[in-house]
């Protein structure tokens, strides 16, 4: 047996992430996780995939915080699934609550289960289009249960939580969940971008209905207030999006660190340039400092490449944009 090297290059890509934002324990999980992985490598090296996923990464603790934890956490990684050779892709970003070290262990937490909930489902298994969407928000709900119940292990004071926007791709079929209000956008070209999740916070509901205005998410006093995060409660309600993928399009996903001090049209135009996603993703922190780096910086650029006559026709179910998730 020996390993398959595209999804041991992921976790190396995050590996290098890790240390460079001085965390080792989540450099250390990530390695095991490498050394876990043996599987045989495709028959076919000359089969060229019908999509293309290029990624960026990017993190920073931002201006006001120089020489503390960041407290978000950013994972993705790409590859071939071992038994159809389709595309994969799962992205994640969670912004930790809780104060400087618990937050970041929550958000460091719930990555991790995500990741290892989804990742060996993705790239190891036949998998069924129709079961992505309850894979992800199982996922997500395990990661609330985990957080929960170190929540209950924990002084009061001591609590913590963290938000969560994460992303499956297989094939040019996207689902997404979200819980908090960390973002996850959709760039297209043609057409422009748009937030692809809603934000769970009093601010942004009011704003929703009209009664206060759009610009209030930036400069209202209680805009960070929120009303939904992983660990806050034994159940937690899971946001589901479903999006079909098509050539050219980007998946961004951030924490209010890059949405709050960017402004939507400044993320618009990076993201149709004609940029590398790495240098996106650069571009994106260097932006969000700029505009006055008051927080944390986590994000996850993806841009697809999409050959549409090599795809496949597959036909899934309607997915509703709400799902309660109850353990």
């Known amino acids: 047996m020996s390993a398959d090297m595209a999804l041991v290059q992921a976790y190396l890509a995050n590996v290098q992430m890790a240390l460079q934002n001085l965390d080792v324990?989540?450099?250390?999980?990530?390695?095991?996780?490498?050394?876990?992985?043996?599987?045989?490598?495709?028959?076919?090296?000359?089969?060229?995939?019908p999509m293309y996923i290029s990624v960026g990464i990017g993190l920073d603790v931002g201006l006001r915080r120089k020489g503390m934890p960041n407290?978000?956490?950013?994972?993705?990684?790409?590859g071939l699934?071992?038994?159809?050779?389709?595309?994969?892709?799962?992205?994640?970003?969670?912004?930790?609550m809780?104060?400087?070290?618990?937050?970041?262990?929550?958000?460091?937490?719930?990555?991790?289960?995500?990741?290892?909930?989804?990742?060996?489902?993705?790239?190891?298994?036949?998998?069924n289009f129709s079961d992505l969407s309850r894979l992800l928000v199982g996922a997500v709900t395990h990661a609330n249960n985990?957080?929960?119940?170190?929540?209950?292990?924990?002084?009061?004071?001591?609590?913590?939580g963290t938000t969560v926007t994460a992303g499956v791709v297989f094939g040019p079929h996207a689902f997404i969940a979200n819980v908090g209000?960390?973002?996850?956008?959709?760039?297209?070209?043609?057409?422009?971008?748009?937030?692809?999740?809603?934000?769970?916070?009093?601010?942004a509901d009011l704003v929703a209905r009209g009664d206060l205005a759009p610009d209030a998410i930036y400069t209202h006093p209680d805009r960070n207030k929120i009303y939904r995060s992983l660990g806050a409660a034994s159940t937690v309600k899971v946001d589901l999006f479903y999006e079909q993928l098509q050539d050219g399009d980007i998946l961004m996903f951030c924490s209010d660190g890059v949405w709050e001090m960017t402004r939507d049209e400044k993320i618009d135009q990076i993201l149709a340039a004609p940029?590398?996603?790495?240098?996106?993703?650069?571009?994106?922190?260097?932006?969000?400092?700029?505009?006055?780096?008051?927080?944390?910086?986590?994000l996850v650029v993806s841009q697809f490449r999409i050959n549409v006559a090599g795809m496949p026709t597959i036909q899934i179910a309607p997915v509703t944009t709400s799902v309660a998730a109850v353990s």
């Open 25 to 49: 324990p989540h450099a250390e999980t990530l390695l095991d996780s490498v050394q876990k992985i043996l599987n045989p490598c495709c028959e076919s090296s000359s089969y060229c995939p």
């Open 71 to 78: 407290q978000d956490f950013a994972f993705a990684a790409t």
């Open 81 to 96: 699934n071992i038994q159809t050779q389709e595309n994969y892709g799962l992205f994640v970003i969670a912004d930790g």
């Open 98 to 127: 809780g104060g400087l070290a618990n937050g970041h262990l929550a958000s460091r937490l719930g990555t991790e289960d995500i990741v290892n909930i989804v990742l060996p489902v993705i790239h190891h298994k036949q998998v």
């Open 146 to 160: 985990l957080i929960f119940r170190r929540n209950q292990e924990m002084a009061a004071l001591d609590e913590m």
């Open 181 to 203: 209000d960390s973002r996850t956008y959709l760039y297209r070209p043609g057409v422009g971008l748009r937030a692809v999740t809603h934000d769970h916070s009093r601010v």
């Open 275 to 298: 940029l590398s996603a790495d240098c996106m993703a650069e571009h994106l922190v260097h932006l969000a400092i700029q505009g006055g780096g008051a927080d944390n910086i986590g």
